[in-house]
Nanobody, 117 residues
Framework: QVQLVESGGGLVQPGGSLRLSCAASEFILSSNTMRWYRQASGKERELVATITAGRTNYADSVKGRFTISGDNAKNTVTLQMNSLKPEDTAMYLC????????????WGQGTQVTVSS
């Protein structure tokens, strides 16, 4: 069973930066979609950023501040987060999904990001 392991979370002051990484435990086929979600305490899970075949998409709340990148050869996806705000505080989870055969839908356990002074 493929596992996704996130890293890079932590405590940062408002205006600071963090870089989240997500790595698959073994090789997975490419032609997939990589996503970062976040879930704040007491709130629903929110899609933050998506990358598919080099095309990226972002939630309005993070546009211009976050950048998603993926490396299918290394089975990794990263999220560079700049100009962090307290409202960015959440558990961040990565997801790698492929809709055509052979399909898969892998999730990480999450990494906590806390933005506070």
């Amino acid at each position: 069973q493929v596992q996704l392991v996130e890293s890079g979370g932590g405590l940062v002051q408002p205006g600071g930066s963090l870089r989240l990484s997500c790595a698959a435990s073994e090789f997975i086929l490419s032609s997939n979609t990589m996503r970062w979600y976040r879930q704040a305490s007491g709130k629903e899970r929110e899609l933050v950023a998506t990358i598919t075949a080099g095309r990226t998409n972002y939630a309005d709340s993070v546009k211009g501040r976050f950048t998603i990148s993926g490396d299918n050869a290394k089975n990794t996806v990263t999220l560079q987060m700049n100009s962090l705000k307290p409202e960015d505080t959440a558990m961040y989870l990565c997801n790698i999904w492929r809709g055509s055969w052979p399909t898969y839908d892998y999730w990480g356990q999450g990494t906590q990001v806390t933005v506070s002074s």
